[in-house]
Protein backbone atom coordinates (compact mmCIF):
# COMPACT_ATOMS: atom_id res chain seq x y z
CA UNK A 1 0.00 0.00 0.00
CA UNK A 2 1.42 3.40 -0.98
CA UNK A 3 1.92 6.28 1.66
CA UNK A 4 2.86 9.56 1.64
CA UNK A 5 5.19 11.77 3.46
CA UNK A 6 3.97 13.38 6.57
CA UNK A 7 2.42 16.51 6.10
CA UNK A 8 -0.82 17.91 6.74
CA UNK A 9 -3.83 16.35 7.57
CA UNK A 10 -6.56 15.87 5.47
CA UNK A 11 -9.83 17.64 6.70
CA UNK A 12 -11.67 14.69 7.79
CA UNK A 13 -8.98 13.86 10.09
CA UNK A 14 -7.92 16.00 13.65
CA UNK A 15 -5.36 14.75 16.05
CA UNK A 16 -5.57 17.14 19.40
CA UNK A 17 -5.16 17.25 23.10
CA UNK A 18 -8.40 19.10 23.68
CA UNK A 19 -11.15 17.38 25.31
CA UNK A 20 -13.78 15.68 22.80
CA UNK A 21 -17.62 17.27 22.63
CA UNK A 22 -20.34 16.41 24.89
CA UNK A 23 -22.10 15.18 21.03
CA UNK A 24 -19.68 13.49 19.70
CA UNK A 25 -19.37 9.30 19.28
CA UNK A 26 -17.21 8.49 21.88
CA UNK A 27 -14.95 5.62 21.09
CA UNK A 28 -12.07 4.22 23.49
CA UNK A 29 -8.73 3.97 22.01
CA UNK A 30 -7.85 1.60 25.02
CA UNK A 31 -10.52 -0.76 24.28
CA UNK A 32 -9.67 -0.87 20.15
CA UNK A 33 -5.95 -2.17 20.78
CA UNK A 34 -6.80 -5.07 18.20
CA UNK A 35 -8.81 -5.20 15.03
CA UNK A 36 -11.95 -7.22 17.38
CA UNK A 37 -11.94 -4.41 19.69
CA UNK A 38 -11.71 -1.45 17.07
CA UNK A 39 -14.95 -3.17 15.50
CA UNK A 40 -16.74 -3.58 18.56
CA UNK A 41 -15.81 -0.23 19.94
CA UNK A 42 -17.20 1.57 16.77
CA UNK A 43 -19.86 -0.83 16.37
CA UNK A 44 -21.09 0.25 20.10
CA UNK A 45 -20.38 3.97 19.72
CA UNK A 46 -22.06 4.16 16.36
CA UNK A 47 -24.97 2.11 17.48
CA UNK A 48 -23.93 -0.03 14.29
CA UNK A 49 -27.25 -2.77 13.39
CA UNK A 50 -26.96 -5.95 14.68
CA UNK A 51 -25.94 -7.37 11.35
CA UNK A 52 -22.72 -5.74 11.49
CA UNK A 53 -19.78 -7.99 10.12
CA UNK A 54 -16.90 -7.07 12.36
CA UNK A 55 -14.40 -6.63 9.03
CA UNK A 56 -13.19 -3.52 7.18
CA UNK A 57 -15.73 -3.89 4.33
CA UNK A 58 -18.59 -3.82 7.20
CA UNK A 59 -16.99 -1.27 9.02
CA UNK A 60 -16.62 1.59 5.24
CA UNK A 61 -20.52 0.22 4.54
CA UNK A 62 -21.48 1.18 8.13
CA UNK A 63 -19.94 4.50 8.31
CA UNK A 64 -21.21 5.33 4.97
CA UNK A 65 -24.50 4.67 6.13
CA UNK A 66 -24.14 6.70 9.87
CA UNK A 67 -22.69 9.74 6.92
CA UNK A 68 -26.28 8.78 4.83
CA UNK A 69 -27.90 10.26 7.63
CA UNK A 70 -26.02 13.10 9.03
CA UNK A 71 -22.43 14.70 9.26
CA UNK A 72 -20.68 12.69 12.17
CA UNK A 73 -17.93 13.71 14.98
CA UNK A 74 -16.35 10.44 15.86
CA UNK A 75 -13.72 11.08 18.41
CA UNK A 76 -11.27 8.54 19.80
CA UNK A 77 -9.82 8.71 23.44
CA UNK A 78 -6.77 7.57 24.27
CA UNK A 79 -5.55 7.75 20.56
CA UNK A 80 -2.73 6.68 21.80
CA UNK A 81 -3.46 3.61 22.02
CA UNK A 82 -5.69 2.93 19.18
CA UNK A 83 -4.52 -0.71 17.56
CA UNK A 84 -1.12 -0.93 19.33
CA UNK A 85 -1.56 -4.89 19.91
CA UNK A 86 -1.76 -4.80 15.31
CA UNK A 87 0.08 -1.46 14.55
CA UNK A 88 -0.03 -2.60 10.74
CA UNK A 89 -3.95 -2.31 10.58
CA UNK A 90 -3.55 1.58 11.39
CA UNK A 91 -3.02 2.35 7.85
CA UNK A 92 -5.98 0.15 6.78
CA UNK A 93 -8.34 1.97 9.47
CA UNK A 94 -7.31 5.66 7.99
CA UNK A 95 -7.83 4.10 4.37
CA UNK A 96 -10.94 3.07 5.23
CA UNK A 97 -12.55 6.24 6.40
CA UNK A 98 -10.44 7.98 4.07
CA UNK A 99 -11.67 6.32 1.01
CA UNK A 100 -15.55 5.45 2.40
CA UNK A 101 -16.83 8.70 4.95
CA UNK A 102 -17.49 11.79 3.29
CA UNK A 103 -19.42 13.57 6.13
CA UNK A 104 -17.98 11.62 9.01
CA UNK A 105 -14.75 13.30 10.69
CA UNK A 106 -12.39 11.62 12.96
CA UNK A 107 -10.63 13.35 16.01
CA UNK A 108 -7.86 11.63 17.81
CA UNK A 109 -7.39 12.62 21.34
CA UNK A 110 -4.11 11.96 22.92
CA UNK A 111 -1.76 13.70 25.72
CA UNK A 112 0.07 16.76 24.73
CA UNK A 113 3.45 15.13 24.61
CA UNK A 114 2.20 13.04 21.50
CA UNK A 115 0.61 15.02 19.60
CA UNK A 116 3.55 15.83 17.51
CA UNK A 117 4.38 12.20 17.18
CA UNK A 118 0.91 10.79 16.75
CA UNK A 119 0.56 13.58 13.97
CA UNK A 120 3.55 12.87 11.61
CA UNK A 121 2.54 8.59 11.88
CA UNK A 122 -0.85 9.36 11.01
CA UNK A 123 -0.06 11.61 7.95
CA UNK A 124 2.81 8.84 6.65
CA UNK A 125 0.18 6.23 7.01
CA UNK A 126 -2.81 7.85 5.17
CA UNK A 127 -2.57 6.55 1.20
CA UNK A 128 -1.24 8.78 -1.50
CA UNK A 129 -4.94 10.43 -3.13
Same mark, same amino acid.
Given at each position: ?71 ? &?? =?????? !?? @? ?6 ? %?? $? +? ?9 ? &?? =?????? !?? @? ?6 ? %?? $? +????
Amino acid at each position: MPHRAAGPLPGWLTVTAAAAPDDAAAIDGRACRTRSGLFAEFARALRFPDHFGHNWDALADCLRDVAAVSAS &TV =TVSHAE !DL @LTGAPELA %AV $L +LEVIDTSTAGV &TL =TLHVPA !DG @LSRLTAVT %AA $L +LPDR
